[in-house]
């Protein structure tokens, strides 16, 4: 099993940034796909950036410009940052990274809820 926590969340005004972390811990061998959804309140959870273990990166088009999904200098594909800029209030929402060993899942497509396994219990984004 695979335990994913997200950080990094937090209040931050319109145009302001925030980056978001996911440490991931278990039996995280194979796995080679992560990613990043949200979820606000009364709305589907929607995918936002996926990064596979090649470095191959897809964003939704919500956020295609304003965020990027990177991993740490360390490089570990299973700990993958979520940089946030120019954020507004439609960017309000819980903020969940998820993980699975489907390479598929994350060469070059935004990602889908259904295709993971492993997911984190959320960070609170909130932008006013």
């Known amino acids: 099993h695979v335990q994913l926590v997200e950080s990094g969340g937090g209040s931050v005004q319109v145009g302001g940034s925030l980056k978001l972390s996911c440490e991931s811990s278990g039996n995280t061998h194979g796995i080679v796909c992560m990613a990043w959804f949200r979820q606000a309140p009364g709305k589907e959870r929607e995918g936002l950036a996926a990064?596979?273990?090649?470095?191959?990166?897809?964003?939704a088009d919500s956020v295609k410009g304003r965020f990027t999904i990177s991993v740490s200098r360390e490089y570990t594909v299973n700990a993958p940052y979520l940089q946030m800029n120019n954020l507004t209030p439609d960017d309000s929402a819980m903020y969940y990274c998820?993980?699975?060993?489907?390479?598929?899942?994350?060469?070059?497509?935004?990602?889908?809820?259904?295709?993971?396994?492993?997911w984190g219990q959320g960070t609170q984004v909130t932008v006013s």
């Open positions: 990064l596979a273990s090649d470095g191959t990166t897809a964003y």
């Open positions: 998820a993980a699975d060993s489907v390479y598929d899942f994350c060469s070059g497509f935004v990602p889908t809820e259904g295709d993971f396994r492993y």
